[in-house]
């Protein structure tokens, strides 16, 4: 048989945490169709990836001396297709699965999700931190709703119209998509600065069931923001009870991750257990000095909780937040910058306190001059964060918010940075670590490993969503000056079987062009 894609010559990672094999993969009709083994496999002790054994020198040199030993003892092991990868002892590994985003209208807009793809992020979750554009009312909209949905970008009435749009115009990575709880509050409510009426909790009820009949996955709350902040924890428990017929998601940005932290990491656990359904807390984090030091105690409660609920966490790669510039927000950071600035675009990359200084306002009142605008908040300490990244059971999301101006680098630069700083750089994690928290992690949470295509993995009839890269090359070029900047080392990405990605060494190789391809073979996914 000659199939649609053949990659030759890889080191092939389950995305179960397994050592690495030496393989050759075929792609047909969207799926992994056949793997046939080479019998060697990439023992992470032996071969230089561990980090309890080995320092980054000697792992460069191993990985050196693999890869140039497989480039030229490949031999082929029969198998034809119709285009031909030559992965030169590069790995091969399920297509990132990026567990938070802000992605909702960029599905739309920018439908090559370019600062995606070229990550090797082949499926977003949207609709996080109780923000999604659908459903929306008409009107002005307060933030952070109109971080997402405001201007020019889409929004939708009705979760059925926008399922329709992405239809009708498919974006290049599949999406799985949230409806928010403070967008909820947005249609039925007419001030969002007081708990809901108990008529108003029913009306969110029953629209949430109908975008959850429409193809959304679950739900977000965001009661961190003024949208949503007045919202009780009974409030949230009602409003959220259709998830409980569907076995839909439940994720939070919750009330506090900074003094706080521990109180809202026991209300999301309530929350979650009186739901009974699956519980992802949003970009875990130690925000402030008041909570630095506090990561140990909150990822031992998180586990304990586990033990009764399918309670999970993601996290960021970075010592640094990002969303609408808020005046509290700004004094627990270190450094605040701005990201957005529609009113003012000269600020954007500038610093917020010398601002404050240069147009001799008030923190409050400079944030209330500059708004509506984004910022990125330095307010992590870099211990909690590499103890959150490196604890078994943390998921990677990005938590990137595409905006004009200058965005956090997270939105283009979270998942190289993983394979680069803490496998690479500071031992924190193996490879195959890294990986499974990048795939079947994730997808087990979300529950993309349900049904008849699994993603998460790669196995025979498991959905041909794949990225090739080099290890240690891999890099995240992308920093608070220049945000923008694709990573490198990532060589290729598929999508549902078609490549929407190409990296400069392998277009170099197969003397063609770098970047993104045509292909918009996304899909919606529902997780149940």
């Known amino acids: 048989m000659v199939y ?3 990659i030759e010559n890889v080191w092939l990672h389950d995305g179960l945490g397994s050592p690495a094999q030496h393989a050759d993969l075929a792609i047909q009709a969207g799926r992994i169709a056949e793997i046939r083994y080479y019998g060697e496999s990439l023992d992470a002790e032996d071969r230089g990836l561990s980090p309890e054994k080995v320092g980054p020198a000697s792992r460069q040199q191993h990985l ?36 938070h985003t802000h992605d909702d209208a960029a599905l739309l807009m920018q ?29 002005e909209l307060p933030m952070p709703l109109g971080l997402v949905a405001g201007g020019d970008k889409p929004r939708f009435r009705n979760f059925k119209d ?32 007081r708990e809901a009426s108990p008529s108003e909790i029913l009306a969110m009820q029953q629209l949430l069931q109908a975008c959850l009949a429409d193809g959304a996955a679950g739900a977000s709350t965001g009661s961190f923001y003024p949208t949503a902040s007045k919202a009780s924890q009974h409030e949230i428990s009602q409003v959220l009870r259709p998830l409980c017929q569907c076995g839909g998601i ?37 925000a402030g000095p008041l909570a630095h030091g506090q990561s140990g105690q ?97 998921m990677i999301g990005s938590d990137g918010i595409p905006l004009q101006g200058k965005p956090h680098p997270r939105l ?15 031992n924190l994690l193996s490879l ?9 992690l994730s997808a087990a949470h979300f529950g993309l490993d349900r049904g008849p295509l699994q993603r998460g993995r790669i196995c025979l009839d498991a959905a041909a969503d794949l990225v090739l890269f080099d290890p240690h090359q891999v890099l995240d070029l992308a920093d608070y000056e220049r945000p923008e900047q694709p990573s490198v080392g990532i060589e290729a990405t598929w999508v549902a079987g078609q490549r929407v990605y190409t990296g400069a060494r392998l277009a170099d190789a197969e003397a063609s062009q770098a970047g993104c391809s045509t292909a918009r073979p996304g899909q919606l996914l529902t997780g149940r």
């Not at 939070?252 to 009186?274: P, V």
């Not at 890294?434 to 079947?440: D, S």
Request: proline fraction near 4%.
């Open 162 to 193: 926008y399922v329709d749009a992405l239809k009708d115009s498919p974006a290049a990575t599949h999406a799985l998509m949230l409806i928010g709880h403070s967008a909820l509050r947005a249609c039925t409510m007419d001030r969002l600065d």
């Open 432 to 440: 195959p670590q890294a990986i499974r928290k990048m795939t079947a």
């Open 298 to 394: 909150s990822l031992a409660r998180i586990e304990a909780a586990a033990q009764s609920l399918e309670l999970g966490f993601d996290v960021y790669p970075y010592e640094a937040s990002s969303t609408m510039l808020l005046a509290d927000r700004a004094k627990l950071s270190r450094k605040t910058i701005i990201t957005a600035c529609p009113r003012f675009p000269q600020y954007e990359g500038r610093d917020f306190d010398q601002l404050c200084i240069e147009l001799k306002r008030s923190a409050t009142d400079c944030a209330d001059y500059l708004g509506p605008s984004g910022a990125v908040y330095f307010t992590m300490d870099e211990a909690d964060v590499d103890r959150i990244v490196s604890h078994p059971q943390s």
């Open 64 to 99: 050196g001396a693999t890869r140039q030993a497989l480039t030229g003892a490949h031999r082929s092991l029969g198998m034809r297709g119709k285009a031909r990868v030559k992965g030169e002892g590069m790995h091969l590994a399920p297509g990132f699965i990026d567990v």
């Open 250 to 286: 439940f994720t939070t940005h919750m009330r506090n991750e900074a003094e706080g932290l521990m109180a809202s990491i026991e209300e999301t656990i309530e929350i979650g257990k009186t739901l009974g359904v699956r519980t992802i807390i949003s970009h875990h984090k130690c």
């Open 4 to 6: 649609d894609y053949l």
């Open 111 to 139: 439908a090559s999700m370019d600062f995606k793809v070229s990550q090797g992020v082949t499926t977003v979750i949207t609709g996080n931190c109780g923000v999604s554009i659908a459903p929306l009312p008409e009107g």
């Open 412 to 426: 283009w630069g979270t998942f190289p940075r993983v394979l680069a700083r803490y496998v690479r750089e500071k």
